[in-house]
């Protein structure tokens, strides 16, 4: 069984407060005192199970019945018609079963509240996908520890600082007793973003890598309604950050990685190493058309901002900055005419040596560079109802500030 430990802070009295939790149920038990509770009302589930297990258990009562009688009349070599009728029946009997514990299951996972780090209680309606047309996150999803204790630090208005997981019993599968296991990326990968704000990766006394969501500001823009931003959601969650954590940034319509820096020495020996180039940093991206290359390609293209039509850039040979980035094609993917003119989409690895604003973007699409936009590009291309940039940012490798350790995070392309 799992069991948890979050230390958190209360924001005004500063006093540390411990939270401890389980997974699931302790022996038949939703509630036990001096535990966070789980992240639905208990009388409500009980309800609902009461509800609907009545007439499970007799679905299954029938079923198990049928199976015994198909058992004896194999055993007593009975006529062929028979049994075919009691399969018949008893495939009738599993589906109305399927059908009613995906219904019971569906109206408790309604029951599920997470309190979120920006005082908003959501449920698995408004962030899992289809679920309101029945399509269901794994068996127990909620019910870990990391979840729970989240959650009890957010309702109770406390920051959380250090969380620990460790399993306790006999070994299973994985697991082994007394052993620290991170939270799972099956259940827990479903709703910790959500209810962080940020999708954390790595986090020390120094640095934060997060998993930025296309859609996202990297730091605060201009106007109330672009306060929404990586570093805004940070400093929620580590209000002892510094008041300018970010180091580098990724378009608001990029995905991926991104290092914060909590510490203002972090900030300074992190800035130097991007400024001189010793951070290496791989984008994976998908390009709307069919480009044939092999191997590396090298590209330096001049641009500057388009003060007539801003943040859109534009070719300038002679006021332009110069982007450098190194680039080779991956694979290729079919795809609707509507997708792709000639129906193919090509995945290529870039790997910029310079920091230009919207520098990937532009060497796709210009003529003197790739010459093919990135999917689903609204300032450089084409993007369909509903569609994202298909950039992310995969990979990123720098020497840890604190340590002066070499560290390298990956995080696959969600396309």
Excluded at 208 to 225: I, Y
């Amino acid at each position: 069984m799992m069991f948890g430990v979050l230390v958190c802070y209360h924001p005004e009295t500063e006093e540390e407060v411990v939270l401890k939790a389980f997974s699931g149920q302790y022996f038949g038990q939703w509630l036990v005192e001096g535990w966070v509770p789980p992240v639905l009302n208990v009388q409500d589930y009980q309800a609902q199970v009461q509800q609907d297990d009545g007439a499970i258990q007799h679905l299954t009562v029938q079923i198990q019945s049928l199976e015994k009688a198909l058992s004896q009349n194999k055993q007593m070599s009975c006529p062929a018609g028979e049994d075919s009728l009691l399969l018949e029946q008893l495939r009738a009997l599993r589906r109305r079963r399927r059908q009613l514990s995906n219904k019971s299951l569906f109206a408790i996972y309604q029951l599920y509240q997470f309190p979120c780090a920006d005082g908003v209680t959501r449920g698995f309606a408004d962030f899992y996908p289809d679920f309101s047309q029945g399509n269901l996150p794994p068996t127990g999803t909620g019910d870990c520890c990391a979840p729970k204790l989240i959650g009890a630090a957010f309702s109770q208005g406390l920051v959380p600082v250090s969380l620990a997981e460790f399993f306790y019993g006999a070994a299973t599968g994985n697991r082994c007793h007394k052993e620290f296991y991170p939270p799972c990326d099956e259940k827990c990968g479903l709703v910790l973003p959500i209810m962080l704000g940020l999708e954390i990766l790595y986090q020390d006394d120094s640095i934060v890598v997060v998993n930025k969501p296309a859609g996202l500001l990297s730091v605060p823009g201009r106007g109330e309604e672009n306060q929404d931003c990586v570093v805004i959601r940070l400093q929620r969650l580590f209000p002892h950050c510094i008041a300018q954590p970010s180091v580098h940034r990724l378009d608001q319509d990029t995905s991926g990685l991104l290092v914060l820096t909590l510490t203002q020495e972090a900030h300074r020996e992190l800035s130097r190493q991007f400024m001189v180039g010793e951070v290496y940093k791989e984008y994976q991206a998908l390009l709307r058309g069919r480009v044939v290359a092999s191997g590396w390609n090298h590209l330096e293209l001049p641009f500057r901002l388009d003060v007539d039509n801003r943040p859109r850039q534009i070719y300038d040979e002679v006021h332009g900055k110069i982007g450098i980035t190194d680039w080779k094609v991956l694979s290729y993917h079919r795809c609707s005419p509507e997708t792709s003119p000639d129906k193919v989409l090509t995945r290529v690895c870039f790997v910029p040596r310079t920091g230009r604003t919207h520098q990937l973007r532009l060497h796709a699409m210009h003529e003197k560079g790739i010459g093919v936009p990135i999917q689903g590009d609204r300032l450089y291309g084409h993007r369909l109802p509903g569609e994202r940039l298909m950039l992310h940012a995969c990979l990123l490798r720098f020497t840890h500030p604190k340590t002066k350790m070499p560290v390298e995070f990956i995080s696959p392309a969600p396309f």
